[in-house]
Every structure is written in C-alpha cells, then in structure tokens.
C-alpha cells in the first residue's frame, strides 16, 4: 500500500488486472482525454525478482498499444523509474517521464529537504538526458520552494528538462 487506496500489483499478468486496466483505460478514452501518466512504475523494484523489470516494461508497452489502437494521437507518460528508458522498445512506446525528487529526496517537506546524492543524481540525470536526446519529454517535479527551489530548477534548466515546484501534498497550484 502506497497511500489509502492505492496498491502494488501483486501479478502485473494476470488477466483480471489486466481486464481492469483496459476498463479503465476505455473510460478515460471515451471521456476524451489526450493521454495518461502511468504511476508505480517503479514498483517493480519491491518484487525482487529477475523477470520484474521486464514484466513491467512489457505491461507499459501493452498500455501503449492498447490506446493507440483506439487514438493515435494519446500520449503516455510514466512517473518516475527512469533507468527503464535505456530499454528502446520501452522509450519508442512512451511520450515522456515525470521524475519526482531528482535533486531533493523524497523526503523533501514541500519547502526544503535532504539533497538526492551525487552519484544518484547524476546517474538519474544521465538516463534522462539520453531520453530526451530521443525527442522525448522530460517533466521534473520537486516538492521544495524558495532557495531551494532555485537550486533544483537551475540543474533542471541546465539539463533542458522541464521543472515544476509543489507541495508534496499536491494541494496548492504555484504559478511559476
């Protein structure tokens, strides 16, 4: 359980989910919206098993296909999970990334936090650099404001991606 109300998949296979999935997937169509961001990705880490990285790199590629069968034009996009980019087939199948925490942890309190280390923060930039150089889009979110904000936005502009500043609460548009 991420949060109240939202929770890992436990089998991304397994048919009823993915009877779910494209439920839901044809209401928001029918409901005429351009596209959706995909969240959990990254939830592929807690499996810990060798085939769950690619599992969940086939079930976005299976999303993808599913909703440009019926729009060509729906874009995709995936939250966080960066390093599966490097994966061509992965990346032709999306339209780009929304990347939480990158220079601020996710232990960032909407106004300041712990830096994202050097290493990580680099090695994240890398792989989302190399996505952007496949004319893909690149959106960064950072729960933190004022000085810090500044900070992160400077490294987000440097890099060509585009930045976004908000409480982790998601409960207040800044205008930026």
Same mark, same amino acid.
């Given at each position: 359980?991420? =949060?109240?109300?939202?929770?890992? !998949?436990?089998?991304?296979?397994?048919?009823? =989910? =993915?009877?779910?999935?494209?439920?839901?997937?044809?209401?928001?169509? #029918?409901?005429? @919206? #351009?596209?959706?961001? !995909?969240?959990?990705?990254?939830?592929?880490?807690?499996?810990?098993? /060798?085939?769950?990285?690619?599992?969940?790199?086939?079930?976005?590629?299976?999303?993808?296909?599913?909703?440009?069968?019926?729009?060509?034009?729906?874009?995709?996009?995936?939250?966080?999970?960066?390093?599966?980019?490097? #994966?061509?087939?992965?990346?032709?199948? !999306?339209?780009?990334?929304?990347?939480?925490?990158?220079? @601020?942890? =996710?232990?960032?309190?909407?106004?300041?936090?712990?830096?994202?280390?050097?290493?990580? /923060?680099?090695?994240? !930039?890398?792989?989302?650099?190399? @996505?952007?150089?496949?004319?893909?889009?690149?959106?960064?979110?950072?729960?933190?404001?004022?000085?810090?904000?500044?900070?992160?936005?400077?490294?987000?502009?440097?890099?060509? @991606?585009?930045?976004?500043?908000?409480?982790?609460?998601?409960?207040?548009?800044?205008?930026?």
């Amino acid at each position: 359980l991420y =949060w109240k109300g939202n929770y890992i !998949i436990k089998n991304i296979n397994d048919p009823n =989910w =993915w009877k779910i999935t494209t439920d839901t997937l044809d209401n928001i169509i #029918d409901k005429k @919206f #351009d596209g959706i961001l !995909i969240g959990g990705v990254d939830s592929y880490l807690s499996e810990n098993k /060798l085939d769950s990285r690619k599992k969940m790199i086939d079930y976005v590629i299976k999303v993808n296909d599913y909703v440009k069968k019926k729009n060509k034009n729906f874009i995709v996009f995936v939250q966080n999970s960066e390093e599966l980019t490097n #994966d061509d087939s992965y990346s032709k199948s !999306i339209n780009g990334i929304l990347k939480e925490d990158l220079v @601020f942890t =996710w232990k960032s309190n909407g106004n300041t936090g712990p830096k994202t280390p050097i290493t990580e /923060l680099n090695k994240s !930039i890398e792989y989302l650099k190399s @996505f952007k150089m496949k004319n893909k889009t690149v959106f960064v979110v950072e729960y933190v404001s004022d000085d810090s904000w500044k900070y992160a936005k400077n490294i987000i502009d440097k890099n060509g @991606f585009i930045g976004y500043s908000a409480p982790r609460e998601l409960n207040v548009l800044r205008i930026q």
